[in-house]
């Protein structure tokens, strides 16, 4: 499949590289704001044409948009994708407010052969798969989520800068980066909770940097921690009674094991690139025109940014582009 890409950093690098290795993918077309940019990203990448018209990029010749642009830009990327008849990948969180899901969601059902898929790539990890098959097995009595990392932009931030995912103007902050992967994994291994709370600590430029969530089910309780501002390297629990699946993170999922008296590792054989799981997954699902595949997943990103507007509003982060009531 021909592949175009919005978005220059180095995630496009990467989602590149995994798509041209899984031998599914060809790149054909780079937009980007700068024509140098584009060419230096090809340069780096794989032949392409590039294109600074946003218009021209939609009207080459491709038959999938892969979307790395600031988090505020997704919606409207993806719904212009479609209309102009591609399959979409885009990068999470996929919509950044319930209007835009709205939008998304109706501009899908205009076109129900184009399939769409938010790359929420720990979903298509081996090791997904067991932590989820796991949950299934056992009475589950709670769970520790953890994904904090100190951001590569957090420097510029204080140094007076205002990075993208720092900035409310582009949807950024702790929860829409690094903690919707952690909502993800809760809606997909514990399905949606009774009540949902998030506690921020808010930066002066009106995003979280960090922030506590915990989600009540009816015999447990899940409580999430996400963060941009410091390392952490506390490890993530599902608890079974005395038993605990221990992993680093639902984001990263590099190792996992069993507690229950002895130590029994659990952790899958991986392929190097985060990306070539789910690049693989997607090519196949388009291929096939899996539409039935597509809507399961539209429907759990559904749960994921309904909750994940909640989160917000309870929380008080509100973003310049949010719907007004
Ligand atoms: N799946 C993962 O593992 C993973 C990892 C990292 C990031 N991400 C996601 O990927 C997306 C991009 O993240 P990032 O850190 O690369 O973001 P970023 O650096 O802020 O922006 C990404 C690209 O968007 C374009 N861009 C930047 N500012 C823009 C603006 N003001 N208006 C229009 N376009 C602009 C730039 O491309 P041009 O200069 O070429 O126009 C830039 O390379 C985010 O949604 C993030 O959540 C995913």
Request: net charge negative; with cysteine; hydrophobic share 45%.
């Amino acid at each position: 499949m021909k592949l175009g890409v919005i978005g220059t950093n180095w995630i496009s690098e990467q989602f590149v590289a995994a798509a041209t290795a899984s031998g599914l993918y060809q790149l054909t077309a780079v937009y980007s704001r700068r024509l140098d940019t584009a060419e230096k990203f090809i340069a780096k990448t794989a032949p392409a044409r590039a294109y600074v018209d946003l218009g021209a990029f939609l009207a080459a010749d491709f038959d999938v948009l892969y979307i790395a642009s600031p988090n505020s830009l997704h919606a409207s990327q993806t719904i212009a994708g479609l209309n102009a008849g591609k399959h979409v990948i885009c990068e999470k969180p996929m919509v950044a407010d319930l209007g835009e899901l709205a939008a998304l969601e109706k501009t899908r059902a205009t076109h129900p052969t184009l399939l769409v898929f938010e790359a929420a790539r720990h979903l298509y990890d081996p090791n997904f798969a067991v932590i989820k098959d796991y949950v299934q097995k056992q009475p589950i009595s709670g769970a520790t989520l953890s994904y904090v990392k100190y951001s590569s932009r957090y420097d510029a931030y204080l140094a007076g800068e205002q990075p993208n995912v720092f900035s409310p103007a582009f949807a950024g902050g702790a929860l829409m980066d690094l903690g919707v992967y952690l909502v993800y994994a809760a809606v997909a291994w514990f399905g949606v909770p009774n009540t949902a709370q998030y506690l921020p600590h808010l930066l002066a430029s009106g995003v979280d940097g960090d922030g506590v969530a915990r989600f009540v089910y009816d015999d447990f309780a899940v409580t999430m921690l996400c963060g941009k501002t410091t390392n952490s390297y506390a490890p993530s629990e599902i608890y079974s009674g005395r038993a605990t699946l221990s992993f680093d993170s639902p984001g990263e999922l590099n190792s996992l094991a069993l507690i229950d008296g002895a130590r029994q590792d659990l952790t899958q054989p991986k392929d190097d690139n985060p990306m070539a799981d789910e690049v693989r997954v997607f090519a196949q699902a388009i291929a096939a025109g899996d539409q039935a595949f597509a809507q399961r997943q539209f429907d759990l990103a559904t749960q994921v940014h309904t909750l994940m507007w909640q989160l917000r509003q309870q929380a008080g982060i509100h973003f310049p582009g949010d719907p007004v009531n």
